[in-house]
């Protein structure tokens, strides 16, 4: 991931910095730039390594926390949040359950009923609530093609017969089905830096954000720009138009030339037949009929991490699997 210092930071574009910032932050904290529990650099420390006033880095840093991002500490600074981790059986959580045995016992010797017909009880009854808990998963996406590719790489996560239904944000921002489907899931999926608006129009905690990366296919496309080749980066939204130039960069170093841009700019024509190289970031699809036939165009397309697939969802359907269905 790419380091943050004053390059990051473009003044000349018509974008307020500390839109920038927030941009770059949180699609760093989105997309595997810090790891969970990590301290971000204090705020007059990262003002002063991009070039801006420290109160734009604080206000920065209260909105990230709003977003659900972060969490500061009185004295000890921001941290990166840790999303509650699932739950293991361990000595003294199955101590907890020995009372409860010992009365079940009990209970079932005054009934008459024998340890062998209530294992067997048991037995059954853990069936028949396996049998039942197949999991209904909803993925909140904001641009359905590409929601489509994430629920592909994600649905080997799931059991059989267990399937992922996709909505998007619009979708879900007025009431519908969509909102009923995400109300009624044992678990809604989402972006890491979207968890928190997620949860607020679902109206349930029941929601978990994952983190992103890099497609290899992206990593791919970038190595192989000839090095002189000017590249246009172009975004979607304004508000992340900052980490295009490092994102490309990141795994592009060779390259001598990098502009930015956004997809509804006045002047996007003439940035396009300027390059030899077009990037554009999910959801600027369109701009793709406008470059010349023969001119390097790809998407710059993100993918599920697998190692959070794996250390975070697949332990928390799991969980959801067993009958916890508490999603903190």
């Not at 659900?68 to 949040?81: D, M, R, S």
């Not at 369109?286 to 332990?315: K, Q």
Request: with cysteine; charged share 20%.
């Amino acid at each position: 991931m790419f380091t943050l210092d004053a390059n990051c930071i473009d003044k000349s574009l018509p974008v307020p910095v500390g839109t920038q910032l927030h941009g770059l932050l949180s699609y760093m904290l989105a997309f595997g730039g810090y790891s969970y529990g990590d301290r971000l650099p204090s705020i007059r420390q990262l003002a002063a390594d991009i070039g801006v006033a420290p109160m734009t880095v604080a206000q920065v840093y209260r909105q990230l926390r709003d977003d659900g991002l972060i969490e500061t500490h009185q004295g000890q600074g921001a941290f990166v949040i840790v999303p509650a981790a699932s739950a293991d059986v361990t000595p003294s959580n199955v101590s907890l359950l020995r009372d409860d045995i010992d009365r079940l016992l009990v209970r079932a010797s005054e009934l008459g009923v024998s340890t062998m017909s209530l294992i067997s009880m048991l037995n059954a009854q853990s069936m028949m609530r396996d049998a039942r808990r197949r999991l209904n998963v909803v993925f909140v996406c904001i641009f359905e093609e590409a929601g489509r590719d994430y629920v592909r790489q994600i649905q080997p996560c799931m059991e059989a017969g267990e399937e992922i239904t996709l909505v998007t944000f619009d979708q879900i921002s007025q009431p519908g089905p969509e909102l009923d489907a995400c109300r009624a899931a044992h678990l809604v999926l989402t972006f890491v830096h979207r968890e928190a608006d997620a949860r607020r129009l679902i109206g349930s905690d029941k929601v978990l954000g994952l983190r992103f990366i890099p497609s290899q296919q992206t990593r791919q496309n970038l190595a192989s720009l000839e090095p002189q080749t000017p590249v246009l980066g172009v975004t979607h939204l304004k508000d992340y138009i900052a980490i295009m130039r490092p994102t490309i960069r990141e795994f592009a170093p060779h390259l001598a030339e990098i502009n930015v841009t956004w997809s509804s700019a006045e002047n996007l024509a003439e940035e396009i037949d300027r390059s030899g190289a077009v990037i554009f970031a999910t959801g600027a699809d369109r701009i793709a009929a406008l470059v010349a036939p023969g001119v390097a165009c790809f998407e710059f397309r993100h993918a599920p991490d697998p190692s959070f697939l794996r250390s975070v969802l697949v332990p928390r359907l799991a969980q959801l699997r067993q009958g916890d269905i508490r999603v903190a």
